[in-house]
């Protein structure tokens, strides 16, 4: 068995193979790697889920799955194609939660509509959240965009900022023994 296969767990060893395990070791969830496991974590994390939450689904330990990503090229790839989809799956979110404004107002006790900013305040975190990590995990697609105020020709020119620093000493510092 290859280290990218994980390890054979103490409960599917059998019952004559007591010596392979020492004593007191706790029994634990399976950590083979399978195509079916690989394709429950992966499609959890494209739809939005984190890895850690799938892997808790799963039954193996996070670190079980960062030891295959780092162990298999073609892993990774499947991975990182799953955080893109994640990414754009947080964006139509943004979309659906700032569209939904079913518990935005509610009756009170005297029939008065009344403004549930608790609600609302829970739908802008939200949304902040998914753009904050979007913005990180895809800067060049969902990043903040430099805008440029140049207009006709000088719209194409680069825009470009400097800044100067320039150290100058104190008149009267106390240090200066000449006046």
Known sequence: MSKNEGEVPIEKAGKNSGSLAPSGRKKGASTIKTPELLEVILAGISTGKSARAMCVEAGISQRVLWNWLAADEELM???LRAKELCIDAYAEEIIEISDDGSRDIYIDDKGREVVNREVIARAQLRIDARKWYAA?????????????????????KPVIYGVEVTFVAAANSGNNKNP
Request: glycine share 8%; no cysteine; aromatic share 8%.
């Open 77 to 79: 790839r499947q991975y």
């Open 136 to 156: 990180r995990l895809a800067p060049k697609k969902y990043g903040e965009k430099a805008s440029s105020a140049h207009e006709g020709a000088e719209a194409k």
